[in-house]
């Protein structure tokens, strides 16, 4: 691809359980304005050379409690001053929108801005509502106990244990020490997470994410724009999603077609043909920790059912060959929606060297996963480059 | 599962307004999908629907294939007995379940003479019996609580041999 694309700016919120204090649109513009300052950039209807030209906005209805939940956040979000648009699933896909905004020549600099208050709505209510009304909703199914299904065929399927679990979130929430935003930050052992309470089995409480409440904001812009506006563009070099079929029992859980898909398609944008080699950190959703041991094969950093020796040889720690989530994940506290941009954001600190004491020295490419529905049912996958 | 406290309300001068959307809406079933919930109505019996093209028997019936996108209209009878692919155990109470208590238990099944597996609950078992694999039979409510929902069948029950 001839022409490229670059984020000059990144901002987030520090992630917490309940942001009472703050509305939907004053917890977005706690991440616009810092990332308006670090590019210098601002709203006007003049469409002049500083001004952002479009808005990607990424925020789920049913978590806001509104429909067309864009319009609540409307006045903090610029729209009344550029184009906007709405994504409604994780921000990633409003990051791919973006992109694609500018590689279709339309525009120069475009601001994308995702905010979820978990804490705002009720989860088991919102995620049920996901589900066919007729087949799948009246028996209750939400995305925890879906992920349950998916967790207990993976393990059947490919041998992995409720160990190798635990293990990823022991990692991700020590990764969270080291991450100022991170919500719940934890020094745990693998006995800490196996005796905390069985949620649904076999997902323990610490196998699962904190309520979190929180927003991001990014500025992309064209390949010549982004080096006047900053000295350290970070650039997209690949992007695809792909959609699983809807009805569970379709599916074999334990595998993850969509994701292969999506990543085939951004390596070969990238031009990525060995990622377990080429990619130097990723970040992947882990909402429940199973999911990043198969997210990471459904991804291709390893055969089928090998995640797990991964994580029992230390291969994905922080020092060790293929560091992931060094921010300490979705497991740390990500609110949904908001979980791919801020996989996003970590690659950036990260290629950029500001990942402080985290940093993964040398990270030249970085691999962002974000992932929607039901047991992954949308998937997400960016590659991003320092070069 | 964060607790939601009128303490830190009343502490502060922040307000919070709680707001309940009642949004009514009627969700058609479709036509393969209405023959499915009659049949489980009235004559306790699972329907398939078979693409002729690719050998496919779809449980729940739906009119298009996934693989070859052909219109589907030839429903099959498919065991109300079936093989456990997967298994949750829900112990925490959710506010959408529809029957009362903990454990939940859900599963995946795959009916004889099915290629998908059927998503519902399990009953009359002990979470700790629970085996991938296991084989299992369809429970169903009486006649007159069958109301032509995926609900008609109360849940699957292990099978004794
Ligand atoms: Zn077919």
Redesign the interface.
Known sequence: MAERVGIVAVAQTKYQ??R??VNAGELVWETIEPVMKEAGVRFTNDDGDGDIESIVTCSQDFWD?MTISSMGVMSFTGGHHATEDKIAEDSLNALFAAYAQILSGHFDMVLVSTHTK??MG????IE?AAFD??????????F???A??????YM?KYGVTAEQFAKVAVKNRGNGMKNPVAQEPMNITVEDVLKS??????IHQLDTK??SDGSIAMILAREEKAKKLTNKPIWITGVSNCYE?H?????D?AECDALVTAARRAYKMAGITLPAKEIDIAEIADEYSYQELLWMEGLGLCGRGEAGRLIDAGVTQIGGKLPVNTSGGMLSGNPNVVAGMARVAESVLQLRGEAGERQVPGASVALAHGTTGACGAHQCVMTLSNK | ??E?TVE??ED?D?F?FP?Q?AIP?T?P?GVV?SKF?IELRDNKKIKGIKCPECNQV???P?STC?YCFGELSELVDVSDKGTL????????P??????EGT??I???VKLDGAD??????LGEVD?KQLE?GMRVKAVFKTKKKRVA???DIKYFKPLKI
């Open positions: 359980p309940n009472d204090e409690g978990e804490s009720d989860r088991s209510i049920s009304p007729v087949m799948m909703r009246p028996l209750g199914l939400d925890f106990i879906a349950a299904l998916q967790a207990r065929r059947d309470k069985m949620l649904v089995d076999p904190p309520i079929t009805y569970l029992g379709d599916r859980l | 599962m964060t939601r830190i309300l502060s922040r919070v707001w959307l809406n969700y079933a999908g919930l779809y449980v729940p739906r996934k692919v997967t298994y949750a155990v829900s112990y925490e959710t506010p959408v379940q529809p029957v454990p939940v859900y599963g995946i998908t597996g059927f998503v519902h609950m979470p991938i929902s995926i609900l």
